[in-house]
């Protein structure tokens, strides 16, 4: 059976059997609804709050970030308590072993009927998706590069984030070089790159099986600011014992 999804359109039928990596390319166009709210979550990346964690002067990550338990089964989507995001040393060594607290979504962020359908369509992509309760961490990120000041979107390098799964959607970019994303295989051999250059563009990736980066950021040409805009989301099935069953 096919399955059909309001963003991305018909899903291949194999999905992370052979590749852990998957590209869904944007569906265009979107219903008036949805294609207001895309554009209303693009706006909202002007507002976001400076990176504290990083290092150096060069502030290249904007971010905010929310919690979400989505349970697929009534299609209920709940915001839970803001909480510090936490990496160990071993999976983050730019940023891990530091309880990292994120300034909050915007009231209207959490309302957006786009960022609520990208939730609904990326978790039916998943093996095990449906009926169960997923923890979803949406990440709205910019990186910002000028010119001899590149923005990296990975400090650490290749690594896994600590999740089942990731998903990575493109919002916007600007006069942008580079954020080109590259995935290995466990022993580190790159396998596949990949760039999200239109709007609504996802990636999704079953993090334990792959290890990941992003190319630094830079700016194209002789733009003197170059943006990358991303909604990233963190995917836990709430349930122990989850996605191998009915892979
Ligand atoms: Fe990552």
Redesign the pocket.
Known sequence: MTTHTELFGALPGSRFTDDPVLLLPARTPLDGRLDAGRRELAEDFEDLADDRWLKGDHVFRKRRFGLFAADTESRAIEPLEDRAFFQSTELNPYAGGMHRKFEPLAARTRANPYLAQLMWDVLAVLPGGRGRTWEVGVHLMRIVARPGLPGH??P?GM???GHAF?SITLVGRADVSGGVSRFAGLDGRIHRELALERPGDTVVFE?PRCL???TPVEVAGDAALATRDVC?FSLNPVEPNPVEEDR
């Open positions: 979107p990975a650490e690594h896994h984030d990731t993090d990941h980066d992003v990233g």
